[in-house]
């Protein structure tokens, strides 16, 4: 027990430096760390390079509670410099899930965190100035960490970090809209957070289709602002199909290298499409589209196509909801859903992308959902792909949401991780909600993976409650 404590007193005094590719971060000093350096420097102190390798691999409960030590810890595990290398370093993580879940009391949304192996969901933290039964996850992917959620009553989107317990919530929107499609991705240039919305435009509007984009901490204005390269108008019939196809299926967009990637719905073209995607560049602020795959073929297509880029919602015909995209090993895939194809044997395919310019759709997985599989993915009415998850005890796992609707407005919602050696099936959450319209049908309305990250949010839950106690300011 006295050695243990000594090796902790030597992580939180030693003196750290660390140089990595271009980037070289120094724990600042003191004569108090010096001194206490000094007297452990004779007593088997670990080397400054393989406590930093600790450092980077700690999770981020642990290092939060340093930060406590002393002011000059504080400010070095909040530089972006650490914290951007404490998000590259591997780490062995147990697989968790983020869900929301309304209170008791009205206008109030707490928000957990589960574990597969935990004993007990963890309540992260409330937001006494949400509606809970509106509040919904828009990406089932978090983005460096980060999370974007949506109250749908208020309107407003908040962006929160699981890891630390910290939200802030957006500025309002200049113009109320009803058919938008919402998502979160990373600058790397910058090193900026965005959230980009597409928003349909109505039959006055001058733009069928348009943009908006707020980047979070910039510091050069709290509001929403156009792009700085608009939707070319080669692409606004894709893009106005993309929104509809997002709204009306609760399809939110990818975030993978770079991109945050809509899926265009092919029955909507009368003939195949040039544009199966939509992307939009987070660095260049500019679109492009990506080729459909293989797979689409003229079958697809309706005889009779429908308005892309008038405000009316995708009405639902059977087949439409072949295809999603999820994120996997930062690149975009789309998921192929042939539980209800005569000819397609019952199976889930994904199909990965990993050259954008080459537009080359490549099968990765077939999950073959007969046999060994459990029939709880072939009777969901939704069945959706979230991602993946990889330990270094096992083989990658497919996780896997899906919606059944039980009895009147109740919705069953189940995760499942599938092992694609065994084919083995685990069920790792289920919850039941209500809902009253077709948003009930989402399966990951209400969660998202949860990712370990130091990433800033720049107002914690206590700020807002703060802020909406204080009185207007009326000059």
Known sequence: MCSRKREEDCLYHALISKREGN???????????????????????????????????????????????CRSWAVFFSTEQFCNLHMATPKIA????????????????????????????????????????????????????????????????????????????????????????????????????????????????????????????????????????GIPFGLCRFAGAAVNNAAFFSLPPVFANGHLHWLVQPSLFSKKPRAAVISFSLAEETFSFVGPPPFWTSEMYSSTPLSASGPEFVPFCPGTLGEHLVQIDNQPCMVRDLRYNRN??????????????????????????????ATDLR??????????????????????ATSMHKICDKFQKKVYTYDLNSESLETILSITEAHASLEGMNPSSRFSLFEESLAPVHETVEEIKLSTTLPPNRN
């Open 23 to 69: 980037i070289a971060i120094a724990m600042p000093s003191s004569a108090c760390n010096q001194r206490k350096k000094a007297a452990f420097s004779g007593g088997g102190s670990l080397p400054d390079e393989i406590i930093m390798e600790v450092l980077l691999r700690l999770p981020v409960k642990s290092i939060l509670r340093f930060r406590a030590v």
């Open 94 to 229: 147990p697989l968790k899930l983020l869900f929301v879940s309304p209170t008791s009391r009205p206008g109030s949304t707490e928000v957990f965190s589960c574990s597969p192996s935990g004993p007990k969901d963890d309540l992260l933290f409330t937001l006494d100035s949400a509606c809970g039964n509106s509040m919904q996850v828009v990406m089932p992917a978090p983005c460096h960490g980060l999370t974007l959620l949506f109250d749908a009553v208020a309107p407003a989107y908040y962006i929160c970090n699981a890891a630390t317990r910290a939200v802030t919530r957006l500025p309002p929107f200049r113009h109320s809209v009803r058919c938008t499609s919402t998502g979160l991705g990373f600058d790397a240039w910058t090193r900026k957070y965005k959230v980009v919305r597409l928003i349909k435009g109505s039959r006055h509007d001058n733009e069928s289709v348009r943009c908006e984009v707020y980047t979070h901490g910039s510091g050069y204005g709290d509001c929403w602002r156009p792009p700085t390269g």
């Open 344 to 373: 397609g044997g019952c199976i889930l395919e994904i199909w990965k992308l990993p050259d954008r310019s080459s537009c080359a759709w490549s099968l990765n997985h077939r999950i073959s959902l007969l046999g060994r599989v």
């Open 379 to 400: 009777q969901p009415k939704v069945v959706r792909v979230i991602g993946s998850t990889c330990t270094s005890m096992s083989t990658k796992k497919i996780l896997i």
